[in-house]
């Protein structure tokens, strides 16, 4: 047998789709859409290829936090049915070689961001991969079942990473875009800990040990939260509205979505843990989706605004 | 054995020198992408080190 071989059975080696993986596509499709809001509701007129390029850093920021969070996160994933077929928890990426990619893409997104766009977006978008790693991984997700809430600000980071890019400053609008994302995060992740569990019933975090609120303080308060932080979530995303990143078109769409979120909220509270192992959470799975849908129809409609403004139709 | 071209190994290898490969033809076009957009709007360019920098000079706006 050769060398090659045997090195290959103890250390599987991993394709460019495994170094792909650690940057969690999916979350930083969502961080690429948000900052690019950010920065194309921000009133500056950038040159288009400075705006691009803070997209490209942004974006890769965000998977640089993606392939920390994996190095350091490996051990729950392993344990957790929702991420145990990632790379590191598969054996095709060793812990350290992602945490050096992750380190690497940090420092080339935060230094070329820095040079691409201004300093104080370079800073806060090294802030924000402090803050996920450090602050909600290392920090939060494994000591409070606050985790989410908190931790939610890491994420809610990349709109404002976008405008300050553009403008080099802060604003009412950004503050608010950020509200957006920190307040809809805890309805949406705990949606999720609702229905992750294994086929015997078991909670998917609280077999990792991760304190999240489902398994702190149950299923019945969590249903609870679910629903009071929707409830709080409804004025910031009509506030939005009313400022200069809002208008009619706006406001149509956050009312009817936001309606129809309290409404899946309402319905999640109301119900009982017999009621929703008998029809496999099916409510609890569509508000969850309707989460996603939330999200990208909020920022959807920033946008459109924006893009309308110039022909006078966009705005208030 | 002798080790054929179309190993498994070979292949994943490739794939990630092609990956690193695009990734950084991307980089060095986004580089001249922004260096061009910076030189048409006549944003201030100078070097950092061990050189003369304008901006620093009391004549600078």
């Not at chain 1, 890019?165 to 949606?191: D, K, Q, R, S």
């Not at chain 1, 629903?227 to 809002?246: D, Q, R, W």
């Not at chain 1, 979120?261 to 843990?273: C, N, S």
């Amino acid at each position: 047998m050769s060398d090659i071989r045997a090195e290959e059975q103890a250390t599987p080696e991993a394709g460019l789709s495994d170094f792909v993986a650690l940057l969690k596509p999916r979350v930083m499709s969502l961080v690429v859409f948000t900052a690019l809001v950010g920065v194309v509701v921000a009133p500056s007129g950038v040159h288009p290829m400075v705006a691009f390029a803070a997209l490209v850093f942004i974006a890769l920021g965000a998977g640089a936090s993606g392939a920390l969070n994996m190095w350091w996160d490996s051990d729950i994933d392993t344990v957790m049915k929702r991420t145990q077929r990632r790379p590191v928890p598969q054996g095709r990426v060793a812990p350290g070689e992602a945490l050096g990619f992750g380190l690497a893409l940090s420092g080339l997104s935060v230094v070329m961001l820095g040079l691409a766009a201004n300093w104080a977006a370079a800073a806060l978008l090294a802030f924000t991969i402090f803050f996920y790693i450090v602050i909600y991984s290392m920090w939060l997700k494994r000591t409070t079942p606050q985790n989410i809430v908190i931790g939610g600000a890491a994420g809610a980071f990349p709109p404002v990473v976008g405008w300050v890019a553009v403008t080099g400053g802060l604003a009412l609008e950004p503050v608010l875009m950020f509200a957006l994302i920190f307040m809809w995060t805890p309805p949406h992740f705990w949606a999720l800990a609702l229905f992750m569990r294994d086929a015997q019933g078991r909670d998917d975090y609280g077999k990792a040990g991760v304190p999240m609120l489902t398994v702190t303080h149950g299923r019945r308060v969590t249903r609870a939260h679910i629903l009071a932080y929707t409830l709080a979530l409804v004025p910031v995303a009509l506030g939005a509205g009313l400022t200069g990143i809002g208008g009619p078109l706006y406001m149509a769409v956050a009312v009817v979505v936001n309606a129809l979120f309290v409404l899946g909220a309402v319905r999640i509270w109301r119900r009982d843990e017999e009621t929703a192992i008998a029809d496999r959470f099916a409510a609890e799975k569509r508000f969850f989706r309707l989460s996603l849908l939330y999200l990208f129809v909020h920022f959807g409609a920033f946008l459109a605004e924006a893009m309308l403004a110039p022909f006078g139709l966009g705005g208030w | 054995m002798a080790l054929g071209r179309d190993h498994e190994l070979h292949r994943r290898r490739g794939g990630r020198n092609a990956g690193v490969a695009l990734a950084l033809g991307a980089l060095i076009l986004v580089v001249f992408g922004l260096t061009v957009a910076k030189v048409e709007r006549g944003e201030p360019i100078e070097a950092y080190d061990h050189t003369f920098r304008p901006s620093l000079t009391e004549y600078a706006e």
